[in-house]
């Protein structure tokens, strides 16, 4: 089954400890990208990967890192995280990032809570 | 820059009567244009899209959407609404001349929550 997994899917923390969430695809596409969701003001781009080895910030990517050693593999990192950043965040993947045509795929989520 | 509008934060429907929620565009180029729907603790599922030719576009649990380049609009629509299709649905824009970098990345709209009552 084509499918984007995203963990933890809950995660509750503290500030500034360093955290990682997990995203993978087995659908063999080339584009990944992290958004938030955030009430009122939709989804936001973090950041986003063309290829392997290729990342590129989106509209929100400070206090995010981001990495894409394998394809299929696309990690969102907070080294610090703060309050702000309490959001719920979702993984999304496409065929390919230069095919404008190309829909997304979403991850289930990862609601995350910084106190 | 593009850009995406929903301009209703609800839109509030009676089982069975025809829905619309709205969406309009910006884009330099021609648009690509998509919607998404997003049921409670879930992510988002691909509904159509519009890439070229017919204005009306079908997608899955029966809704279409019509492209009306003359008024930058992307309507989503339903002829008899259920109350399962209350959900939350984004409409989403890209630039079909802006391959790769930013500029190709999909830019959503906030999201319009569609409520039907039996």
């Known amino acids: 089954e084509a499918q984007v997994t995203q963990n933890p899917r809950y995660l509750i923390t503290v500030t500034g400890k360093k955290l990682t969430v997990t995203c993978s695809q087995n659908?063999?596409?080339?584009?990944m990208s992290w958004y938030r969701q955030d009430p009122g003001l939709g989804l936001r781009q973090i950041y986003y990967s063309m290829n392997v080895e290729v990342t590129d910030k989106g509209d929100v990517p400070e206090g995010y890192k981001v990495s894409r050693k394998e394809k299929r593999n696309f990690p969102l990192i907070l080294e610090s995280p703060s309050p702000n950043q309490t959001s719920l965040y979702f993984c999304?993947?496409?065929?390919?990032?230069?095919?404008?045509?190309?829909?997304?795929?979403f991850g289930p989520g990862t609601r995350l809570t910084v106190t | 820059a593009q850009s995406v509008a929903q301009p209703e934060d609800q839109v509030n429907v009676a089982e069975g009567n025809p829905l619309t929620v709205k969406c309009t565009y910006s884009v330099s180029g021609n648009p690509y244009l998509f919607w998404y729907v997003q049921y409670p603790n879930r992510g988002l599922q691909f509904l159509l899209k519009y890439i070229t030719g017919d204005n009306l576009v079908k997608g899955s649990y029966g809704f279409e959407a019509e492209f009306n380049k003359s008024q930058t609009s992307f309507h989503l629509k339903k002829p008899s609404a259920l109350v399962s299709d209350s959900a939350l649905y984004f409409c989403?824009?890209?630039?079909?001349?802006?391959?790769?970098?930013?500029?190709?990345?999909?830019?959503f709209g906030k999201g319009t929550k569609l409520s039907v009552k039996p």
């Open positions: 999304a993947t496409s065929l390919s990032g230069t095919g404008a045509r190309y829909e997304q795929y």
């Open positions: 659908m063999n596409h080339e584009y």
């Open positions: 989403a824009v890209r630039d079909g001349f802006a391959y790769g970098g930013s500029q190709g990345n999909l830019i």
